[in-house]
């Protein structure tokens, strides 16, 4: 059985730092790409960043919103995706979501249930 469980959600004040992790189960971690997606209320999901299976840094991708700010990771060993999320902005605010991409074409196959992350004073 396939499982994505996301963790680190809270309330942050703005400029704080939040570090989202994913933790993967039910298939092979370490040939997937991953990702993580977000979605405010009122609004479509949309991407934030991804990482493909080796996990280097060349290999990962941004919107353009959060370059600078975020940084994805992986620990293939701990079947682990993270989201270290800096200068946290209230349009930051959302849900997030961790994906896994058997192929990574941007297709994603699997997803968690997210986590929510706040931005408030």
């Known amino acids: 059985q396939v499982q994505l469980v996301e963790s680190g959600g809270g309330l942050v004040q703005p400029g704080g730092s939040l570090r989202l992790s994913c933790a993967a189960s039910g298939f092979t971690f370490s040939s997937y790409a991953m990702g993580w997606f977000r979605q405010a209320p009122g609004k479509e999901r949309e991407f934030v960043a991804a990482?493909?299976?080796?996990?280097?840094?060349?290999?990962?991708r941004y919107t353009n919103s959060v370059k600078g700010r975020f940084g994805i990771s992986r620990d293939n060993a701990k079947n682990t995706v993270y989201l270290q999320m800096n200068n946290l902005k209230p349009e930051d605010t959302a849900v997030y979501y961790c994906t896994a991409d058997q192929y990574g074409t941007g297709v994603y196959d699997y997803w968690g249930q997210g986590t929510q992350v706040t931005v408030s004073s």
């Open positions: 990482i493909d299976w080796s996990g280097g840094n060349r290999n990962t």
